[in-house]
């Protein structure tokens, strides 16, 4: 369901996270943290069992929530190319202002949009637009308009406190609001009809998770090397090795997996894979060392396994940030949304 400035499923179904995964990309300057136009009809999703409230940090509390993206402003041009122009950019997510970098191609618009969703990198060190500045450039040079999201408690975005205790559900909420926010924003150069997502590593993660909050606010997606679709591999793999000091708090607030394991089988999008009504296009390299490549085979399996529009391409002896590889991903990551976006 496609809405002009709110986003609101009733079902009350799905929980997921993306705590994890880790940077690795080109500019990140960290390794890790705490992390067809054509459309295939696929059955509904699965009606909730009880009307019992949802946990407040699940993904049927997300789904239930009536989610906004508005206010898309642009700020000050950090560059100009013979190509496009790329714009400081704000807009509203529920609640909260998050910051962003907007590139947007020169021509005769309306021209499809994309979201993208980065992977982790310390908020501390964290600048606006970090982490994809490769795809960022190459897709804006392709006619796609590419709001790339800060998230909150990173850049010039408002500040979430309860954000990590939350199992960083809130960037979920940032991709949702910033698909609002391009359709409501009115701009001439947006084709609010044709929206894409792409996220990589700890955003891979934000994209298995949008799909199953708000299956068809997005036409396709895209995840690179992406994170566990299990948040408690992603805690086990990232912070716990680490001494992080947040995985206690975790583990006090809603127990491990094995004391607690309805609460972690509502945080991993695979339980609710049946909501997802988009193509998804998982690119992972063989010798990633960061994200094992096994975690992106069980979710694409999953996804298979339930009748779902999945591809999963391997890259043989390629690492987490993809390097000799990318433009070879990127040639298929662009066929793919020409595919299902145009």
């Known amino acids: 369901m496609r809405s002009r400035g709110t986003f609101r499923v009733t079902i009350a179904l799905a929980l ?7 940077a690795g990309d080109p500019d990140d300057g960290t390794r890790s943290g705490p992390p067809p136009t054509t459309r295939t009809a696929a059955p509904p999703p699965s009606p ?28 000050t041009v950090l560059a100009r190319t013979p190509a496009y122009t790329s714009y400081r950019v704000t807009y509203e997510s529920d609640g909260l202002t998050i910051s962003g970098l907007m590139n947007i191609p020169r021509g005769k618009g309306p021209f499809p949009a994309l979201v993208l969703a980065h992977g982790y990198i310390d908020p501390d060190i964290y600048t606006t637009g970090r982490g994809l500045a490769r795809e960022q450039d190459l ?50 150069e947006i084709d609010r009809d044709r929206l894409g997502l792409l996220g990589r590593s700890m955003g891979g993660g934000v994209v298995y998770n949008t799909l199953v909050v708000a299956p068809g606010l997005f036409d396709a997606a895209v995840a690179f090397a992406p994170v566990s679709a299990r948040p408690e591999e992603n805690i086990d793999h990232f912070q716990r090795p680490d001494g992080d000091p947040l995985v206690a708090e975790i583990d006090a607030q809603y127990g491990t997996p094995e004391d607690n394991p309805g609460f972690w089988r509502e945080v991993s999008p695979l339980t609710y894979v049946d909501r997802v009504t988009e193509p998804l296009l998982i690119h992972h ?28 391409r391997r890259y043989q002896g390629e690492g987490h940030t993809f390097y000799a590889q990318w433009p070879a991903s990127m040639d298929t990551t662009m066929e793919f949304f020409a595919r299902h976006l145009r």
């Open 16 to 22: 997921s996270v993306a705590v994890g995964c880790t």
């Open 48 to 75: 909730s069992p009880t009307a019992t409230p949802a946990a407040p940090v699940s993904i049927p509390a997300l789904i239930q929530r009536e989610h906004t993206g508005s206010g898309l402003r642009l700020g």
């Open 139 to 188: 897709l804006a040079r392709n006619g796609y308009v590419v709001l790339h999201t800060d998230y909150r408690n990173h850049a010039a975005s408002d500040d979430d406190p309860d954000n990590d205790i939350g199992l960083r559900l809130g960037y979920t909420e940032d991709v949702i609001g910033a698909a609002l926010a391009l359709r409501d924003s009115g701009r001439p």
């Open 285 to 312: 390299g063989t010798a990633d060392d960061t994200c094992p490549i096994t975690w992106s085979e069980r979710t694409a399996a999953a996804f298979s396994a339930a009748g779902k529009n999945v591809e999963l």
